[in-house]
T-cell receptor, first 113, second 113 residues
Framework: ETGVTQTPRHLVMGMTNKKSLKCEQH?????MYWYKQSAKKPLELMFV???????ENNSVPSRFSPECPNSSHLFLHLHTLQPEDSALYLC????????????FGQGTRLTVV | GENVEQHPSTLSVQEGDSAVIKCTYS??????FPWYKQELGKGPQLIID?????GEKKDQRIAVTLNKTAKHFSLHITETQPEDSAVYFC????????????FGRGTSLIVHP
């Protein structure tokens, strides 16, 4: 256990659905991240939040919408996704955005049908 | 931006053998190089890291070497065990500011008993 919990572990959704991924950490960290992990590709950084403010947005399509209501919780809202968005979505946290070690959750395996 | 290349993509060894995974990076300003291990169904977990002011670092059966001139770094695992089987990711980042690592594509290590 890394202290970062993601729910759900698996999600199947249609292209017209709206769903949300949840990430929770009680490590006292101030920075949280969303990554996308696709087969045979490097981990892709999607969003970075530091002290609940978004500090990085790597040209992610608007069908992905992050929300960070407090330093312990991070959401990724999904709507009108495409089949190519199927991947493992990983949440991570670190003490702050300048700290080197990131702690990852187990990920949500998303399948878009 | 930074580009990290990782080889091989798959590595199969017998228990007790050594395993070496190599990475190269493009940005000479990168100065922090972590290695992550991802077991099946889990998120990546930091196993060892090295900073640019050090050439080698060891932690029991794992070691990492860094050649700043050539811009490459390697992970060495000795006396491999079946539980070492996992996907290993290297990463590079420019520390001191906002720590956002660039990851390699990963190496799937299989240790046969």
């Amino acid at each position: 256990e890394t202290g970062v919990t993601q729910t759900p572990r698996h999600l199947v959704m249609g292209m017209t659905n709206k769903k949300s991924l949840k990430c929770e950490q009680h490590l006292g960290h101030n920075a949280m991240y969303w990554y996308k992990q696709s087969a045979k590709k490097p981990l892709e950084l999607m969003f970075v939040y530091s002290l609940e403010e978004r500090v990085e947005n790597n040209s992610v399509p608007s069908r992905f919408s992050p929300e960070c209501p407090n330093s312990s919780h991070l959401f990724l809202h999904l709507h009108t996704l495409q089949p190519e968005d199927s991947a493992l979505y990983l949440c991570a946290s670190s003490r702050d955005s300048q700290t080197t070690e990131a702690f990852f959750g187990q990920g949500t395996r998303l399948t878009v049908v | 931006g930074e580009n990290v290349e990782q080889h091989p993509s798959t590595l199969s060894v017998q228990e007790g053998d050594s395993a070496v995974i190599k990475c190269t990076y493009s940005d000479s300003a990168s100065n922090y190089f972590p290695w992550y291990k991802q077991e099946l169904g889990k998120g990546p977990q930091l196993i060892i890291d090295i900073r640019s002011n050090v050439g080698e670092k060891k932690d029991q059966r794992i070691a990492v070497t860094l050649n700043k001139t050539a811009k490459h770094f390697s992970l060495h695992i000795t006396e491999t065990q079946p539980e070492d089987s996992a996907v290993y990711f290297c990463a590079a980042s420019i520390g001191g500011g906002s720590y956002i690592p660039t990851f390699g594509r990963g190496t799937s290590l299989i240790v046969h008993p």
